[in-house]
């Protein structure tokens, strides 16, 4: 049974950092990619940045420069450092896993957390 479990979600105010963790068990397969979405109330939930199985990784553009995924194969778990907090990234973010990257980068990934929140007040 796959489980990915958020946790790092707070409060802060803008221009802070804040850094999510993802806790990984049951994938099938170290191969699979992993990625952060989030969800802003009122809003569909959006593609944030994604990482494959040789650390190869891709950000959204509202994102670029401010954010950074990493992953810690030994420890199973999925970080996303967060810096230059704007009050635009409040919202649910979702850790997730998808057997190819395609499948982060177009929204469709085969498993889903479910979520930690952040608040970020200006």
């Known amino acids: 049974q796959v489980q990915l479990v958020e946790s790092g979600g707070g409060s802060v105010q803008a221009g802070g950092s804040l850094r999510l963790s993802c806790a990984i068990s049951?994938?099938?397969?170290?191969?699979?990619?992993m990625g952060w979405f989030r969800q802003a109330p009122g809003k569909e939930r959006e593609k944030v940045a994604a990482i494959n199985s040789a650390d190869y990784a891709a950000y959204a553009s509202y994102v670029r420069g401010r954010f950074t995924i990493s992953q810690d194969k030994a420890k199973n778990i999925l970080y996303l450092q967060m810096n230059s907090l704007k009050p635009e990234d409040t919202g649910m973010y979702y850790c997730?896993?998808?057997?190819?990257?395609?499948?982060?980068?177009?929204?469709?990934?085969?498993?889903w957390g479910k979520g930690t929140r952040v608040s970020i007040s200006s």
């Open positions: 049951g994938l099938p397969k170290s191969t699979y990619s």
């Open positions: 997730a896993a998808g057997r190819t990257f395609s499948t982060l980068v177009t929204g469709r990934p085969d498993y």
